[in-house]
C-alpha cells in the first residue's frame, strides 16, 4: 500500500496564550487510509485542539501537517470537500428547520448522498420540520453527523460525537459509521472517552496525555494485552 498517510504529523506544537505549559507538545502521527481511530485522552488532554490543527482552524506554533499528501498550508477549497468534522457541540442556525438546513448545506457541496441523508434521518427519527434551536442536544448532534456524512468526505473528524447520545442510538450511530468506512474506504479520527463505542469498529486508538501521543495500537491489540496482564496476576 503505497498511498501516502490520509494524515501525516511531524513535530506538531501548540500552546494558547497566557498558558504555562504547551497543549501539543511534539505531536509525530501518521493515519493511514481506511482506518477508524479513536482518539482518547482525559478532559483537557488536548483531543479538540489536535483536531483543530489538523482542519486548519487553529494556527500550530511549530510542526508540519499534510493532509491527503498535501501540506496544510496549501489553499483549503479542494479539502474542504474532502474533510467532513462534527464539533464537539453544534448550536448554529437555530432559526432554520432541519429540512431547509439540510437543503441549503448541500448546495455547498460538490457531492451530496440523498439516499444516505433520507436513511439517517429516518432511522435516527429527526422531524425536518423542526426548528434546530427546539431540537434536543442529542438530535443537534445527530443533524451534525448527517451533515458531515452525506458529503461522503474520505475524511471524517468527530469530536466527542456519540457524547450527548443514548447507548442504543450510539450503537446505530457506530455502526453507520461502520458501513461508510467498510463501504467507501473513509477514514475516521473519532475523540471519546469511551472505548466501548470503539469496539466494533475495529478501531485504531491514541492515546493524548502530557501533550504527546502515548499509546498507539489496534484496540483489540490492547484489550488481548491486558487481558494476558490479568492472567498472570490471576
Ligand atoms: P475535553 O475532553 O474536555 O473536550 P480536550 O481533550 O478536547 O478536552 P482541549 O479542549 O483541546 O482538550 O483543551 C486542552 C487544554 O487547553 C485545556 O486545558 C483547555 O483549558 C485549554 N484551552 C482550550 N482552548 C483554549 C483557549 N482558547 N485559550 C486558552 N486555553 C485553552
Not at 51 to 64: A, I, Q, S, T, W
Request: glycine content about 8%; charged content about 30%.
Amino acid at each position: 500500500d503505497r498511498d501516502p498517510p490520509v494524515v501525516r504529523v511531524r513535530g506538531l506544537r501548540k500552546s494558547y496564550p497566557g498558558t504555562e505549559n504547551a497543549v501539543l507538545d511534539g505531536i509525530d502521527w501518521d493515519i493511514p487510509r481506511g482506518r477508524v481511530i479513536g482518539l482518547l485522552g482525559r478532559n483537557g488532554a488536548g483531543k479538540t485542539t489536535l483536531m483543530r490543527c489538523l482542519l486548519g482552524l487553529l494556527p500550530v506554533d511549530e510542526g508540519e501537517i499534510e493532509i491527503f499528501g498535501e501540506p496544510m498550508d496549501e489553499p483549503r477549497g479542494e479539502r474542504l470537500h474532502r474533510i467532513g468534522f462534527v464539533p464537539q457541540t453544534f448550536d448554529l442556525f437555530k432559526w432554520m428547520r432541519v429540512g431547509s438546513y439540510l437543503n441549503f448545506t448541500a448546495a455547498f457541496y460538490r457531492h451530496w448522498n440523498r439516499t444516505l441523508e433520507n436513511r439517517l434521518v429516518d432511522n435516527w427519527g429527526l422531524d425536518r420540520r423542526a426548528k434546530i434551536g427546539k431540537l434536543s442536544e442529542g438530535q443537534r448532534q445527530k443533524l451534525a453527523i448527517i451533515r458531515a456524512m452525506a458529503p461522503e468526505p474520505d475524511l471524517l473528524v468527530l469530536d466527542e460525537p456519540v457524547a450527548s447520545l443514548d447507548p442504543q442510538t450510539r450503537a446505530a450511530f457506530m455502526n453507520e459509521l461502520i458501513d461508510v468506512v467498510r463501504h467507501y474506504g473513509k477514514t475516521v479520527i473519532l475523540s471519546t472517552h469511551i472505548t466501548a463505542d470503539l469496539e466494533r469498529a475495529e478501531a485504531d486508538i491514541a492515546l493524548l496525555d502530557g501533550g504527546r501521543l502515548v499509546l498507539e495500537m489496534p484496540l483489540a491489540e490492547l484489550r488481548e494485552r491486558i487481558r494476558k496482564v490479568e492472567l498472570t496476576r490471576a
